[in-house]
């Protein structure tokens, strides 16, 4: 039963360039979050997809978007990447109607450095 | 707006010792609080998760309190070793926000000497 996967595992992109995340979720699961983890921090949470639509969002600007796919698959984009967007991202997946009492699932992550 | 503390940020004992992580959060308004583990440079794994009507969860050498009126709960590692090294994490899912988005402490370090 093959668990969350992310890729790729690491990314080095310059100040300004667009980049995008790929997660596939826990099997059996339907909702996708992202988290944000910068070093020495507890992961932010980014937003929420569930039925291929954005259901929740934390305190992100706009330069962060996302997808779900019908295969629930998500993907991450952050444009006009920031040094401080350096950080590693990490992907979540979970079933909805059982999320009160089952605990997520966390990919490994993309590390994403900003030169 | 939910806020959920760490405290030590960094531990250090010897092996064999017992390690007791703390985690405090503000709004106690909430479905559960789990406990997770990381690896350095890897994703989270699920220790542990408490429901909100539940006191105590077990599972090994882990047992996690939780304690809704003070806003606190505390993760027990029996007889730790040096394979325990690595940094812990709590966190909880507010009743308030619909879906599960999940709310972190800062972590808290740990380091089993040999």
Request: proline share 6%.
């Amino acid at each position: 039963d093959a668990g969350v996967t992310q890729s790729p595992t690491h990314l080095i992109k310059t100040r300004g360039q667009q980049v995008t995340l790929r997660c596939s979720p826990k099997s059996g699961h339907d909702t996708v979050s992202w988290y944000q983890q910068a070093l020495g921090q507890g992961p932010q949470f980014i937003f929420q997809y569930y039925e291929e639509e954005e259901r929740q969002r934390g305190n992100f600007p706009d330069r962060f978007s996302g997808h779900q796919f019908p295969n629930y698959s998500s993907e991450l984009n952050v444009n006009a990447l920031l040094l401080g967007d350096s950080a590693l991202y990490l992907c979540a997946s979970s079933l909805r109607q059982s999320y009160s009492n089952q605990p997520q699932h966390f990919g490994d992550g993309t590390r994403l450095s900003i030169l | 707006k939910q806020e959920v503390t760490q405290i030590p940020a960094a531990l250090s004992v010897p092996e064999g010792e017992n390690l007791v992580l703390n985690c405090s959060f503000t709004d106690s308004a909430i479905y559960n609080l789990q406990w997770f583990r990381q690896d350095p440079g890897k994703g989270l794994t699920s220790l542990l998760l408490i429901q909100s009507s539940q006191r105590e969860q077990t599972s090994g050498r882990l047992n996690a309190s939780l304690d809704k009126s003070s806003g606190r709960s505390t993760l027990y590692i029996a007889a730790s070793q040096p394979g325990d090294s690595a940094t812990y994490l709590c966190a909880v899912p507010p009743i308030k926000a619909a879906g599960n988005k999940l709310t972190f402490g800062g972590g808290t370090r740990v380091l089993v000497k040999p």
